[in-house]
């Protein structure tokens, strides 16, 4: 069965041709991201893990606690709170009292840290951009529709897995 990706038009494929071409490309995405991840990591003087974190607290409206950013990251408490230490000393994000709970505090990024990984993301955002603007607005929804559902998907597998469930 070919999965040849020069071919273009999904009228060219059979379902289970398209099938095998979407988990190939989902893991070879899933690959290339991670290079991109520790390049990028790499690019403004932080550990991937920190990457992640910054673009979990990018996403996050207001300030998160140490412990929402464990169920973010899939951390433990103990590796959470050491990364927000590493991230608090690096100046990449601050902690704020909790105005709910004097015994919590509050996690958001640095003003400066998001300039400065803004300003690093700004060729990739649009060499990123670039290949979304080939797409219709319909093929976009179906696009984010697929990235939500299967991110939902994941989390639900990465529950079950870290739960010590099999099959």
């Known amino acids: ?68 950013i464990a169920r973010l990251t899939g951390l433990t408490s103990g590796s959470a709170t050491r990364l927000v230490d590493r991230m608090v000393k690096a100046g990449v994000v601050e902690r704020h009292a909790d105005p709910n709970d ?15 990984i803004g300003a690093a993301w700004d060729t990739p955002g649009r060499a990123f951009g670039a290949v979304l603007d080939s797409y219709s607005d319909t093929e976009l929804a179906v696009i984010a529709d697929y990235l939500h559902r299967a991110a939902e998907v994941g989390r639900e597998q990465a529950k079950r897995l870290n739960a010590g469930e099999t099959g």
């Open 102 to 116: 004097r015994r919590r505090s509050l996690v958001s990024l640095s003003p400066a840290a998001r300039e400065r």
């Open 1 to 68: 069965m070919s999965t040849d990706p020069t071919r273009t038009s999904g009228a060219e494929w059979s379902r289970a041709e398209l099938l095998a071409r979407i988990v190939t490309e989902s893991q070879r995405h899933y690959a290339d991201y991670s290079l991109f991840n520790q390049a990028m990591a790499d690019h403004v003087g932080l550990h991937p893990t920190d990457m992640q974190c910054v673009a979990l607290l990018d996403m996050e409206p207001e300030p998160v606690s140490t412990g929402d």
